[in-house]
């Protein structure tokens, strides 16, 4: 399942979020990993990153795996159950 979400702090300064369902990741702690592609402009392409989320409450989108790492211990990590 795919959905799309535009916001942005100031008019005319908008991000368009495409998430993907299909790649979420979950920690015993709590912690949720999901792909998400960030279109911050019309006129450039989607990028890719990694969004992490503790519950219900965004923490940050990383743009690697390393990045990912310092926030979530990567070993605990398995894909979401539905």
């Known amino acids: 399942m795919t959905r799309c979400r535009t916001w942005g702090s100031r008019p005319g300064h908008r991000a368009r ?5 299909v790649d979420v ?3 015993p702690e709590g912690h949720r990993t999901e792909q998400v592609l960030v279109q911050r402009s019309l006129s450039r392409p989607p990028k ?7 519950a219900s409450y965004f923490i940050q989108d990383c743009s690697t795996v390393a990045e ?4 979530v211990d ?3 990590l398995v894909p979401e159950q539905k």
């Open 68 to 71: 990912v790492a310092q926030l």
């Open 48 to 54: 890719p990153y990694l969004r992490v989320r503790l």
């Open 25 to 27: 990741m979950v920690s």
């Open 17 to 21: 979020v495409r998430v993907n369902r």
């Open 74 to 76: 990567l070993a605990t």
